[in-house]
């Protein structure tokens, strides 16, 4: 049975292409806040020494990085080191290591002159402590004076080379001025002995008579009396108190520490002639409370 005639060959059917895709525009970036930039300073850029540079020949290289160095350079080029330290090394004068004391000295910087300079310095200033300490002890006590309080001490036992009668030296202690020490002649003396010691900060003194002018003229008078006063260390301290030629109450002021013994010696009289002597109403010692 013979094969029947071939069929035409279908025609491929034609395949759906799609369409191009329109293109779309990108989406905006979101609008998002914005910091502040930070300046960065820029760093140095580090070139590369060549080594075979004609100018380097001869040169010193570097005892830190060995870097080759042209000559008559007194750093390295590529780190700055110094190329010849003990070059470098300069002595200070000696006025310079003397402050601060912590500053680092060399030998040969003034050592020794520095060492001779505070040694000299710290004996001045000793020297100087020592003289003024008795002033500064003085002005310090003279202070505490002025600002406490003076308060009367009484003495213990009066005694005197002279007097004459019905008129003792224990007249000047018993607190009225109407009744006197009388001392035949001047350079009479009178001592007043403490039971403990003190500081003598004043000396109050009645002279003559009286208190009364009256009275006071009918009697001479010392217009100074020496004070010696005994301490207790057995120091003996000398005043003059110069005394006005007038009745009342007469201040001096003293300051003397530890007080034991006070003497008065009435010298240079007025007042004088037949039948007087010198006379001597009231005397007051004021202490430091």
Known sequence: MSPGPARPAAPETARA?????????PAPDPILPVQPARPVTARPTVRPAAVDDPDT??????????????????????????????????????????????????????RGTRLLVI????????????????????????????LGKATAVTPVKVTADA???????????????????????????????????????DVIVTNGASKDPEEYARQARALRITMDATTEDGEHVREELRISDKPGSQTTVTGISKVTSVRLTLDDPAGTGPGRHLALAEVEFFQRS
């Open 17 to 25: 292409t799609p369409a191009p895709a329109t293109p779309q525009p």
């Open 57 to 110: 020949a001869g040169g010193t290289p570097c005892p830190a990085c060995g870097t080759a160095n042209p000559p008559g350079r007194r750093f390295c080029r590529r780190c700055a080191t110094p190329l010849d330290p003990a070059a470098a090394r300069v002595d200070l004068p000696w006025w310079r290591t003397i402050w601060p004391f912590r500053r680092r000295t060399r030998a040969g910087s003034g």
């Open 119 to 146: 040694l000299c310095a710290l004996a001045i200033l000793g020297a100087g402590v020592f003289l003024l300490l008795p002033a500064g002890r003085h002005l310090i006590e003279d202070t505490r004076d002025k």
């Open 163 to 201: 007097e004459v009668p019905h008129h003792p030296a224990g007249n000047t202690t018993d607190g009225l001025r109407n009744r006197y020490w009388g001392a035949p002649k001047a350079g009479a003396s009178v001592t007043y002995t403490f039971d403990r010691p003190f500081r003598l900060v």
